[in-house]
C-alpha cells in the first residue's frame, strides 16, 4: 500500500508510452496526423512519447513519417511502437507484421481485449459491460490472467499494458485474488517485462489507475519496472491526468521511469 501523501516536487512525468494516433481506425501516419501530438507533449513538458497503435491498424503506420516528425522535432524522444492484443480476428496478421518490422520498433505493449466474443472488446463503454451479466465474476478474472500470461509469453511484448483491465465496469472477484497476480506478476517477471502505470482507468466506470494499488505493491516488491501512460486516442488526452499519477508514484515510492529504444530498456530517474 502505499505510504502517506508526499510531495510531487520532484515527481515530473517527462513520458507517456501509451498513445494512439489513428483512435480506432486506420488513419495513414502523415505530418498532419502526428505533428499535434508532438505539440501537445511539448506543452505538457513531456520529452518521450511512443506511438502504440492497435495492431489491427498496423496498416496505418508509416516508420518514414515518424522519421520525418522526429527530424521535426529534435528535442522530443520519438518512439515507434504498437499495441499487440488477443483479437482473435486480427492479431495473428498483426503478429506476423510485428515480427517483420520488429527492427524498426522500439516498443511494443502487450493487452487483453477479447474474452469469450470475437466481435466485441470486454472494455467496450458501455456495450461490453454485458458480457459479465449473469457470469461468474471470479471465473472471468481467472480466465481474463491466463490470456495476460499467453501474451505475456509470445516474446513479442516488452510491456504490459493496464494489466487490470478486466476491473473497467467495475465487477471485482468475490475470491482472494492475490495469487492470481502474484502467479501473472511472476510471469512477467521471469520474462524481464516492465508493466505501465496507466491514468486511463481514471477515465473509466471503475475509476481507478490501472494497475490497483495491491497489484502495484506487489510488482514493487518483485522489482518490476513501470512506464507512465495515459492511453490516449487523442493528442488532447496525451499526459491526461499526470499531475495525479505523480502523487500516486510518489506516494508508493517510485522513482524510476522506464524508457525504450529499440526495444532496449533503460530505467530514468524521476
Not at 505533428?35 to 497503435?53: M, V
Not at 501474451?151 to 472477484?173: M, N, Q, T, W, Y
Amino acid at each position: 500500500m502505499p505510504v502517506n501523501q508526499l510531495s510531487t516536487k520532484n515527481y515530473q512525468l517527462f513520458s507517456d508510452y501509451h498513445t494512439h494516433p489513428q483512435g480506432h481506425r486506420v488513419q495513414r501516419y502523415t505530418q498532419a496526423l502526428l505533428q499535434p501530438w508532438a505539440d501537445s507533449a511539448r506543452k505538457l513538458g513531456l520529452t518521450d512519447i511512443a506511438f502504440t497503435d492497435h495492431d489491427r491498424y498496423h496498416a496505418g503506420i508509416d516508420f518514414d513519417e515518424i522519421d520525418r516528425l522526429r527530424e521535426r522535432n529534435p528535442d522530443l524522444r520519438i518512439r515507434a511502437g504498437i499495441e499487440l492484443d488477443n483479437d482473435p480476428i486480427y492479431s495473428a496478421a498483426g503478429r506476423n507484421w510485428i515480427e517483420k518490422h520488429w527492427e524498426k520498433l522500439d516498443f511494443v505493449l502487450g493487452s487483453v481485449h477479447f474474452l469469450d466474443r470475437a466481435d466485441q472488446m470486454f472494455d467496450s463503454v458501455p456495450d461490453g459491460a454485458a458480457q459479465f451479466e449473469g457470469r461468474n465474476v471470479d471465473a472471468i478474472y481467472i480466465d481474463y490472467f491466463r490470456r495476460v500470461r499467453e501474451i505475456a509469453a509470445s516474446g513479442l511484448v516488452d510491456c504490459f499494458a493496464h494489466l487490470d483491465l478486466i476491473k473497467i465496469h467495475g465487477h471485482r472477484p468475490a475470491a482472494e485474488t492475490a495469487s492470481l497476480v502474484n502467479e501473472t506478476l511472476d510471469f512477467v517477471r521471469v520474462r524481464n517485462l516492465a508493466i505501465e502505470l496507466s491514468t486511463a482507468g481514471w477515465r473509466k466506470p471503475v475509476n481507478e489507475l490501472y494497475p490497483g494499488d495491491q497489484i502495484i505493491g506487489l510488482a514493487i516488491g518483485k522489482g518490476i519496472p513501470f512506464t507512465t501512460a495515459s492511453d490516449a486516442h487523442s493528442h488532447a488526452q496525451l499526459g491526461d491526468n499526470f499531475p495525479r499519477l505523480a502523487q500516486t508514484m510518489a506516494n508508493f515510492g517510485i522513482h524510476q521511469v522506464c524508457i525504450f529504444e529499440k526495444h532496449n530498456r533503460a530505467q530514468l530517474q524521476l
